[in-house]
């Protein structure tokens, strides 16, 4: 059995979130009590935002991998990033990391290639929905991932920023961006969205009003992370 390390605190909701679904995925796969071996460091969100709005991706890097650094020095044997965000320097990261690391958007990648989807939307902070590593990763398998429009996207950064990572789910947010997802389909032909935030699944934990698949990255990339500790 394989260790586990998470960088957390990114933003610290999202990481109780991951911690809990780790947690249930082990023991419905174990069915005998036990608990996983999990290590988890809890980094300065505001910090990362920062380098990132400042472009230092170089400094962004070192920050990271000092904390997959932390994870391996505490025995972890495979590590994961509990953020979209960061990806945006994860294979920097994995080039220099001492121990493997599950990433967050070859997962959901995977099961949209499963569900034979072609065309996907993009929901995630500014960060995110304007950075090349989804379409990258997606693209190697045929697969185009559409993002909201300049003002779609600037409202629903502003409502992750100032609402999503402080742990405030309101119900007339939750109904903008199904209204999002909802002009997207029409406008763009999409056949899935991707919750590219880890702070999304916990607002649209049921999506009930959407008839195509919304993919949790959270609930992927926890799926993907117990594979990892049972290799």
């Known amino acids: 059995m394989k260790t586990?390390?998470?960088?957390?605190?990114?933003?610290?909701?999202s990481?109780?979130?991951?911690?809990?679904?780790?947690?249930?995925?082990?023991?419905?796969?174990?069915?005998?009590?036990?608990?996983?071996?999990?290590?988890?460091?809890?980094?300065?969100?505001?910090r990362m935002l920062?380098?990132?709005?400042?472009?230092?991706?170089?400094?962004?890097?070192?920050?990271?991998?000092?904390?997959?650094?932390?994870?391996a020095n505490a025995?972890?044997?495979?590590?994961?990033l509990a953020s979209n965000t960061p990806?945006?320097?994860?294979?920097?990261?994995?080039?220099?990391?001492?121990?493997?690391?599950?990433?967050?958007?070859?997962?959901?990648?995977?099961?949209?290639?499963?569900?034979?989807?072609?065309?996907?939307?993009?929901?995630?902070?500014?960060f995110t929905m304007q950075a090349r590593f989804y379409p990258e990763v997606f693209a190697r398998q045929g697969i185009s991932v559409i993002v909201p429009n300049a003002c779609e996207q600037d409202y629903i950064h502003d409502?992750?920023?100032s609402e999503l990572v402080h742990g405030v789910y309101r119900p007339k947010t939750r109904q903008r961006l199904l209204e999002i997802v909802g002009r997207l389909e029409q406008r763009e032909n999409i056949e899935g969205v991707i919750l590219g935030g880890t702070e999304l699944p916990l607002l649209l934990r049921n999506g009930a009003e959407i008839e195509i698949p919304l993919l949790d990255t959270t609930e992927l990339h926890t799926r993907k992370a117990i594979d990892a500790i049972f290799a």
Do not use: W
């Not at 991951?18 to 082990?26: G, L, T, V």
């Open 75 to 80: 025995d972890a044997d495979v590590g994961l």
């Open 15 to 46: 990481t109780v979130d991951y911690y809990r679904r780790i947690i249930a995925q082990y023991r419905a796969r174990t069915a005998d009590g036990s608990y996983p071996p999990i290590v988890i460091t809890s980094m300065d969100m505001q």
């Open 87 to 126: 990806h945006l320097v994860f294979d920097a990261i994995r080039e220099r990391s001492p121990i493997p690391l599950v990433s967050i958007v070859e997962a959901p990648c995977d099961n949209a290639k499963s569900l034979g989807i072609g065309r996907i939307g993009l929901l995630g902070t500014r």
């Open 159 to 161: 409502r992750y920023m």
């Open 50 to 71: 920062g380098l990132i709005d400042a472009r230092k991706f170089l400094e962004l890097t070192e920050y990271l991998l000092n904390e997959i650094i932390r994870l």
């Open 4 to 13: 586990l390390g998470v960088v957390g605190g990114i933003a610290p909701e």
